[in-house]
């Protein structure tokens, strides 16, 4: 059984950072590609960033500068550095895996594991 629990979240003044973390488990993890997504209120999931099956990195423009994505797969470990938080950045954050290579990274339904969220509110 495949299982992915976001942690790292909270409340963070704008111009802040947060890392989020993802551990997954139930797959051998480093053959996957992973991804983040976040969703705020009255919005649909939108892509943040995502590994791809090859490694390469990828993020959406939104936040390309300021997000990092990596891995340590020593602890089956997914992360999302967020630098420069903004109050749009607002949303609940979650991490998704795939079990086929995606032809989209970007669509959430490509994604077939995704853990419970994580809360990030940018307020001051």
């Known amino acids: 059984q495949v299982q992915l629990v976001e942690s790292g979240g909270g409340l963070v003044q704008p111009g802040g950072s947060l890392k989020l973390s993802c551990v997954v488990s139930?797959?051998?993890?480093?053959?996957?590609?992973m991804g983040w997504f976040r969703q705020a209120p009255g919005k649909e999931r939108e892509f943040v960033a995502a590994?791809?099956?090859?490694?390469?990195?990828l993020y959406t423009d939104s936040v390309k500068g300021r997000v990092t994505i990596a891995t340590d797969n020593a602890k089956n470990t997914v992360y999302l550095q967020i630098n420069s938080l903004k109050p749009e950045d607002t949303a609940v954050y979650y991490c998704?895996?795939?079990?086929?290579?995606?032809?989209?990274?970007?669509?959430?339904?490509?994604?077939?594991?995704w853990g419970q969220g994580t809360q990030v509110t940018v307020s001051s």
């Open positions: 139930g797959r051998t993890f480093g053959n996957h590609a």
């Open positions: 590994i791809s099956w090859s490694g390469t990195l």
């Open positions: 998704a895996s795939p079990r086929n290579p995606p032809r989209d990274y970007a669509r959430p339904n490509e994604y077939d594991y």
